[in-house]
């Protein structure tokens, strides 16, 4: 079975510069998650997604962060424009439903902002 | 509100020798509970689960964790540490109900193998 798939694994970009994540889940998982992972610290939810429907957004900062997952199955994380402190690794995670079976985590995309 | 604490930031131990990393969680009810474990550049890899029943839990590279409702508590233990065990490990609750899905994780604990 393949796992959750990400890109690019790293990106280097200059504060107020945009940029996109991508994010494909594993075949049949209806729900998709985007964490944050600053530094030293462990992974923060970002954003949940039920199909193409947004479950959990709250701790996604909206002026700066957007994230779609338009036929329910791939999905992008976008930042625009981005800080320093947005240096840190995203990270996609999977589930068969809203749960926590067949929870799987992505590689990340490890972003570096200067 | 849920949280996690992982009280040890950094535990080196030699080769051989046993391991215990402490979690400890706080939320009102009993949560789901999870031990995941991140090498440099990865992912994070799921050891092993805790939702009910046993609360002694088996699970991958011969790792268990014990859930200790009156101590709130789910540290991980190894007999015997592998040099290839180094890595971080992360222990992280789940709510039962409500927001399902979204994993608290504590700041991990990075374990160093000593030959």
């Known amino acids: 079975e393949a796992g959750v798939a990400q890109s690019p694994r790293y990106k280097i970009i200059e504060k107020r510069q945009s940029v996109a994540f991508w994010c494909n889940p594993i075949?049949?998982?209806?729900?998709l998650y985007w964490y944050q992972q600053i530094l030293g610290q462990g992974p923060k939810l970002l954003i949940q997604f039920q199909n193409n429907g947004v479950v959990d957004d709250s701790q996604l900062p909206k002026d700066r962060f957007s994230a779609e997952r338009l036929k329910g199955v791939d999905s992008t994380l976008k930042i625009q424009p981005a800080k320093l402190e947005d240096s840190a690794v995203y990270l996609c995670?999977?589930?068969?439903?809203?749960?926590?079976?067949?929870?799987?985590f992505g590689s990340g995309t490890r972003l570096t902002v200067v | 509100a849920q949280s996690v604490t992982q009280p040890d930031i950094h535990i080196t131990v030699s080769e051989g020798a046993s391991l215990e990393l402490r979690c400890n969680y706080s939320y009102g009810a009993t949560p789901y509970l999870f031990w995941y474990v991140q090498s440099p550049g990865q992912g994070l890899q799921l050891l092993l689960k805790?939702?009910?029943?046993?609360?002694l839990v088996q699970g991958i590279k011969g790792f268990e964790a014990e859930f200790k409702r009156s101590q709130s508590s789910f540290n991980l233990r190894k007999p015997s540490v592998h040099w290839s065990d180094a890595a971080e490990y992360f222990c992280?609750?789940?709510?039962?109900?409500?927001?399902?899905?979204?994993?608290?994780f504590g700041k991990g604990t990075k374990l160093s193998v000593k030959p």
């Open positions: 995670a999977s589930s068969l439903e809203l749960g926590f079976y067949g929870y799987t």
């Open positions: 992280a609750v789940g709510a039962r109900g409500g927001s399902q899905g979204n994993l608290i």
């Open positions: 805790y939702f009910s029943g046993d609360t």
């Open positions: 075949s049949g998982h209806a729900t």
